[in-house]
C-alpha cells in the first residue's frame, strides 16, 4: 500500500525479506496493543525485537528505514544485574508494520499466521484511515482474541485420548 504515512522501506531485497522474516520468528513479536482513548479502542500494530546486540538492532533499523530502539526499562536491569542489557526495536502502526509484513510474509514459519492476524488488523485500520470512517471494532476485537489466544502462557490442555 502506497502512503505518504509510510517510512519504511517497501521494496526490501530479497536475502533482507528472508533475514528480517528469521529474526522476527526467533526473537521477535508480532502483535497488537490495545488502548483506550477519549472512550474508544484504538489497535495499534507492532513488530517488536528484543535483544542484547544494540549493533543488530540498529542494522536492521538501517534496512528496513523505519523503527525506535529503546533499552529495556530499569526495572528490568534491577531484576537481572548480571545480564547483558536487553535492547527493544518496536515498530509501530498500521502503515509501517503492513509495507514490512506484505514483504516478509512468504519466509515466516512460526510467526506466519500472527503476520495474518496483523495484516487484517491493518488493513481495516488503513481502510478506515483512507475512507475517514470509523474502524469495525467488533472485527477488531475479534481478530485481537485470536492473536491473543494464540500467544497465550502456561500449561496447553491435553487430551484425554493422548498416549502416556
Request: glycine share 4%.
Amino acid at each position: 500500500m502506497k502512503n505518504k504515512k509510510v517510512n519504511c522501506n517497501d521494496n526490501l531485497p530479497e536475502w533482507a525479506r528472508g533475514w528480517l522474516a528469521g529474526l522476527i520468528d526467533g526473537e521477535g513479536t508480532i502483535t497488537v496493543e490495545r488502548r483506550k482513548r477519549d472512550n474508544k479502542y484504538n489497535y495499534q500494530p507492532q513488530i517488536i525485537i528484543n535483544n542484547t546486540s544494540l549493533e543488530l538492532l540498529n542494522k536492521i533499523k538501517e534496512v528496513v528505514g523505519c523503527g525506535t530502539i529503546l533499552k529495556h526499562s530499569p526495572s528490568y536491569t534491577k531484576k537481572h544485574p548480571n545480564w547483558n542489557p536487553v535492547w527493544r526495536l518496536e515498530i509501530k502502526g498500521s502503515f509501517a508494520v503492513y509495507t514490512l509484513l506484505k514483504q516478509i510474509y512468504p519466509y515466516l514459519i512460526v510467526k506466519r499466521r500472527h503476520a495474518e492476524i496483523v495484516m487484517k488488523i491493518c488493513e481495516e485500520n488503513i481502510r478506515a484511515y483512507l475512507t475517514n470512517k470509523p474502524a469495525n471494532l467488533e472485527y477488531l476485537e475479534e481478530l485481537t482474541r485470536e492473536l491473543k489466544q494464540m500467544t497465550k502462557r502456561g500449561r496447553k490442555s491435553v487430551a484425554l485420548d493422548s498416549h502416556p
